[in-house]
């Protein structure tokens, strides 16, 4: 989600950014630069790609040399990678470097252009560096409060201001930010592992505080311009650790990570309590008058395709199509040009994927990409995109973005529920609001389900076959638990729909077989449990998820998982940490390459 880094000191600038932004790289490659002082001016080096163009670059542009600059390694968000979005963006006496989004930009663009500004780029963040040199006069840190108190969302800022020379300021909300404490240099950045190679001592930078880096030192001040006392943190992670945020893989700190990626995803599609997710080409119009659905994607995405299938059908009553996209491709769809394709992808760079988006483009349907890079093939290509913003995905098998493309379904469910008038204004505000609740929530059940998974994955490390069983929105979960099992811990796993066993596979279930049950539907719930006890009669060790309010007899689980209250519709959401941690420690445990699990690649580019 971008990585910003600063320094001020006496060695050479240029060279500890990039540095430091090379640890940053997994944050997002889409651009790079960097600002610096040098003989009086700051100069401004970017290029679109990865840190190695921008070096490539600077080879025939010069290194701009000095001691005291900020850095940029950009991911998306906010227009394609372009060399005019890339970071950093100056206006009049500001230059700076973001990461977040600034929800309100599009408002304060036009005033500012009203005032006679001009801007370069389709990003949020020119808009920040143009406000705030209107609100500077000469008093850096009455001016930033100002910035603070008029943009909405999310940022972390590193400052330079021209009349400024070698003073480096920061300001954060909901984006990381450290201060890296050192004799006679001080550092700014978005992770510790920017700046590890200099130093270990920092400061956690907090909300509604703005640091002032110097060569002599760092002051923290509040809002109001009075000085914080702040406690010195030293980092003891090695670097590769450091990297990983101090988790032990990059599987684990993603699925840590869903609860911010949920926010970054659901907020920006929200006005006024109501989901917005319409791209422009895509007015409340056209949607009411679609009358069927297909929902395109590979494997996990796929998944999240079921989870919008139940979402609309649900609250919008328009009939929905899951496929599997190497499949839609060649089975002589019927797709008409009054429906809607909606294609879902993480990377945008799926081959099935994307030639699923052209097939349906060319028998005229309407093309919407549910994607998390911006200018990524499916995202370039489809009429219209609404972004996930989960931030780069490392680990090969997804989680994170399992997560928000889940959340993006439930939003463009609720809208067309209200344009298609099967749910009412109060009732969309109502359930929009549940879901802008469920970042929050997530959070501390993560924390929860994590020693929870890992006592469940010591108990079935040496299973041969495992079960999941689930109806309705639990049974389309539990297709993702079953891959997520699969592909990293290497154990054969079935999903199930719970009614459906006694057709065959419950010959399958003999003693000591582990059953994972997932029941926390309520109108299905006392189904579940008939279908949970079929499988116990026969041996089977029985996990049984369920909320933490069901009435449930002790002879039909082994294991119990206890859900909190959660409307039965957004109950994936939170079920989602539970299967990824399952799989997760049941991978580590049997010593499995967990990021990088066997025969698999992150993005599938080939047939
Ligand atoms: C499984 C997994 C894959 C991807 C699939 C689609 O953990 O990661 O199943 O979901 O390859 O990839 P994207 O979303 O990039 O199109």
């Not at 000085?227 to 450091?242: G, H, Y």
């Not at 008058?289 to 649900?314: D, F, Q, R, S, Y």
């Not at 109502?430 to 059940?445: G, H």
Request: charge should be negative; include cysteine; aromatic fraction near 6%.
């Amino acid at each position: 989600m971008c990585g910003i880094v600063g320094y001020v000191g006496s060695k050479e600038a240029a060279d500890i950014l990039i540095s430091g932004l090379r640890r940053l790289e997994y944050r997002g490659y889409d651009s790079a630069g960097i600002a610096v002082f040098s003989d009086g001016e700051i100069a401004v080096r970017k290029e679109k790609g990865r840190l190695s163009d921008l070096e490539e670059y600077m080879k025939s542009a010069g290194t701009p040399y000095g001691n005291c600059g900020i850095g940029h390694t950009r991911w998306a968000t906010h227009g394609e990678p372009s060399y005019a979005n890339s970071h950093p963006h100056s206006a009049g006496r500001v230059t700076l470097v973001h990461n977040g989004i600034i929800e309100n930009y599009i408002e304060l663009k036009k005033d500012l252009e009203k005032g006679g500004y001009t801007f370069a780029s389709e990003t949020d963040t020119e808009t920040a560096a143009a406000l705030l040199d209107r609100l500077y006069k000469g008093e850096p840190i009455k001016a930033i409060a100002e910035l603070t108190r008029k943009i909405r969302g999310s940022y972390a800022l590193a400052i330079l201001f021209s009349d400024r020379p070698d003073e480096i300021y920061a300001v954060r909300r909901d984006s990381p930010l450290i201060v890296g404490l050192s004799n006679g240099e001080s550092f700014v950045a978005s992770d510790i592992p920017a700046v590890l190679k200099y130093t270990r001592r920092y400061y956690l930078l907090d909300e509604n505080e703005i640091a002032v880096l110097k060569e002599s030192g760092v002051s923290v001040l509040s809002l109001e311009g009075e000085s914080i006392d702040k406690e010195v943190f030293e980092a003891n992670w090695s670097l590769e650790a450091a990297e990983k945020g101090g988790f032990e893989h990059f599987m684990l700190k993603e699925i840590y990570e869903e609860p911010e990626a949920l926010k970054n995803t659901i907020s920006p599609h929200m006005i006024g309590g109501l989901p917005d997710v319409l791209n422009l080409s895509l007015g409340d119009k056209r949607l009411a008058a679609v009358n069927k659905i297909h929902i395109v994607g590979c494997g996990t995405a796929m998944h999240a395709g079921l989870i919008g299938k139940t979402a609309i059908e649900k609250l919008a009553r328009t009939p929905v199509e899951v496929s599997v996209a190497s499949e839609f491709r060649y089975v002589n769809p019927i797709v008409d040009k009054n429906d809607l394709v909606i294609v879902i992808s993480q990377s945008g760079e799926t081959a099935d994927t994307l030639a699923a988006l052209r097939l349906a483009k060319k028998m005229g349907a309407y093309t919407l990409a549910v994607v998390n890079v911006v200018g990524s093939s499916i995202a370039r290509e489809a009429d219209g995109a609404l972004f996930t913003s989960a931030g780069p995905e490392i680990a090969v098998a997804s989680t994170k973005a399992y997560s928000v493309q889940s959340a993006v379904m439930y939003l463009f469910a609720l809208r067309l529920a209200l344009v298609k008038g099967t749910m009412n204004e109060n009732e969309v505000a109502e359930k929009s609001a549940e879901l802008a609740a469920m970042p929050k929530l997530i959070e501390r059940l993560i924390r929860d389900l994590d020693p929870t998974c890992k006592k469940l994955a010591e108990q079935n490390k040496n299973t041969e076959s495992l079960f999941f069983i689930g109806r309705g929105m639990d049974y389309s979960l539990s297709v993702e638990g079953s891959l997520k099992l699969k592909e990293i811990s290497y154990i054969h796993s079935e999903a199930y729909a719970a009614g459906e066993l006694k057709h065959g596979t419950i010959s399958l279930v003999t003693d000591g077989v582990p059953v994972i049950a997932i029941a926390t539907q309520t109108p299905l719930f006392e189904k579940m449990i008939s279908n949970v006890k079929e499988v116990k009669a026969r041996g089977a060790a029985v996990t049984l998820v369920c909320r933490t309010d069901a009435a449930i007899a002790d002879d039909v689980y082994d294991n119990l998982v206890l859900m909190p209250e959660i409307s039965d519709l957004f109950m994936p959401l939170a079920l989602a940490p539970f299967i990824q941690l399952f799989a997760y420690h049941t991978s580590v445990i049997r010593g499995c390459d967990v990021d990088k699990p066997r025969n698999l690649a992150k993005s599938v580019t080939v047939e």
